[in-house]
């Protein structure tokens, strides 16, 4: 299905629309002004209407825009209406608190296991499997795992990322400290939280 | 101490800047070229000459950059020579995650003490207090805790960010699923972790 073409810019925003948007729906709200997502993302009322409007969101004068049909257009802009599945590799506190964390379920990614070198010392919901990270690339292919989720040390992450290409995996979020980048065969999203930890630390001496 | 104006641009990079060449230096590297610096990062050559000018820092032909000497001058930049005290508000996997987070030591980031209101469900290092909610906007004043890491339900993530900043917290790292703004008085930095997952969704969908 091919989209009306948007701008790297406009996509950039699409996810903090979508989540005010599930906010909003949460709430019980059925509609949303401009303004109003305006001051809850710092962006102009003006910008908000260009960006949705290229979607075919038009707010009506004095009512807004219908959160249900901007909900379900990001749905399928974002890739949100498919399941994916996951495998984390890295079985430490992080690759822990991340096989537990229930913001997934709702994003429609569901972990299928974890892997680790040291089986011992990881623990997992119980209908997530705990396996050696030699059964890994086996896996990947068998279960056709989609997303794989990096928490392993830094020194270990390139390695292990490769690994996962040459798998065919389609997709890595990555939470070691150094930045992965597998070319066009493969999409990356870097959690960078020791640069979120560096800008945190520049904008206090600013003040 | 007045540093020459430095465009908010090239702030953004910095971090970027720091953390690759912390690792030139981990791996023992004494010099760097803009090329090396320019293929890690995915910034050209010609724009990491220009940012890195900005601080003083001026490569020789076919010698490159000093790594201590451009280590020492974004640490000052970033206030990254300065420690701070930090507690954790949210004593849940991923709090507990970041109580043993080891990366925070080499940041000069202290963590003292994990506040939760059920404190049976918490444990941490053993250097890390555990106390009451209801402790904590004393425990701030009392111990000149600069920055509060939440990690906290969404719903109890704002009302702790207004907490903290009547207690006079400088400094939030927000990990809860909703940003906090908390305007001029209190620098914030929101860790959008489901943002990242809805773009590497769309990345995926996009291949």
């Known amino acids: ?17 979508y989540r005010y948007l599930q906010e909003c729906h949460e709430s019980g ?19 908000v209407r260009q960006d949705l409007s290229n979607f075919g969101g038009f707010g009506q004068q004095g009512y807004g825009y219908d959160v249900q049909f901007l909900l379900e257009k990001l749905r399928n802009i974002l890739g949100l209406n498919e399941t994916h599945k996951a495998i984390i590799v890295g079985g430490g506190r992080i690759g822990q608190a991340l096989s537990s964390y229930s913001g997934f379920i709702k994003e429609n990614v569901i972990i299928k296991a974890v892997f680790d070198v040291e089986l011992s010392h990881v623990s997992a919901p119980k209908d997530i499997e705990i396996l050696h990270v030699a059964e890994m690339p086996e896996y990947v292919k068998r279960e056709n795992i989609d997303i794989a989720i990096i928490s392993t040390q830094k020194e270990f992450a390139l390695s ?23 070319g066009d065969d493969v999409a990356v999203e870097n959690i960078n939280m020791s640069e979120s930890l560096f800008r945190l630390s520049y904008k206090m001496k600013k003040k």
Chains 1, 2 share one sequence.
């Open 1 to 17: 299905m091919e989209q009306k073409q948007i701008s790297l810019n406009v996509i950039a925003r699409l996810p903090k629309y």
């Open 29 to 47: 709200a059925n509609k949303v002004s401009s303004s109003n997502i305006s001051s809850a993302l710092g962006i102009t009322a003006s910008q």
């Open 160 to 182: 292990v990322a490769e690994t996962l290409k040459n798998a065919g995996i389609k997709a890595i979020w990555n939470f070691a400290p150094i930045d992965i980048n597998l």
